[in-house]
């Protein structure tokens, strides 16, 4: 077999999270955010928010505005040896490829019937609502800060997952939505505590009725 049967046998390298990570940072190098920091501190805090989740999860996470901010297309992410699930999971949060993309609610309920892109698009809001950001977003447009949209998002993106999924992310890029979150589980929660009853094992080891 010559040299370049066998390469083109040979499986392609993975694509690794630390080589999106680089990729990342180069690719939105250049790049400002609305309060003009550098973009690549957003998209690296969103990947490392997920690290407790797989690598195609992470991997999407780091670059999940590249196919909205880049020329990098599709095909380019798949000849570096990007998954196709990673492939679709920043398609999905990508704005531009939705029904409506002048339809931030109608996006973000595209998202949130993806679970993977659920997780990275609520990485992306706890990121996008730190308070210090949100502070200085309301400063700058004190009659209709953007902001909004992000908290009226959380709930659909929070449906999408397990409860302790979002725990761990907003632990990670935003502890301080924790304290929101929580205050939301309350407010679903529709148990009669008052009038709870509960039941006590018998002697037999089976439930008794409750009193």
Known sequence: MSDQQA??????????VETAKVLAEVAHNRQKDKL???YREHVLAVGDALADFDDDVR???YLHDIAEDTPITRQALLDMGVS???VEIIERVTNRLHSNPDDYQAGIREIAE????ALVKIADNAHNSLPER??????K????PPVTRYRDARAVLYAAVEVEEVRKILARVNPWLLEELDEQLDEEDTTDYEN???EEPDAAGEAAPGR
Request: glycine content about 2%; charged content about 35%; aromatic content about 8%.
């Open 7 to 16: 390469a083109e046998q040979s499986p392609a390298p993975k694509f690794r």
């Open 36 to 38: 003009k920091r550098p």
């Open 59 to 61: 991997i999407a996470g």
């Open 84 to 86: 196709e699930r990673a």
């Open 114 to 117: 993806d679970h993977d892109a």
């Open 134 to 139: 949100v502070k200085a977003l309301a400063e």
């Open 141 to 144: 447009w004190p009659d209709r």
């Open 196 to 198: 709870l009853s509960y």
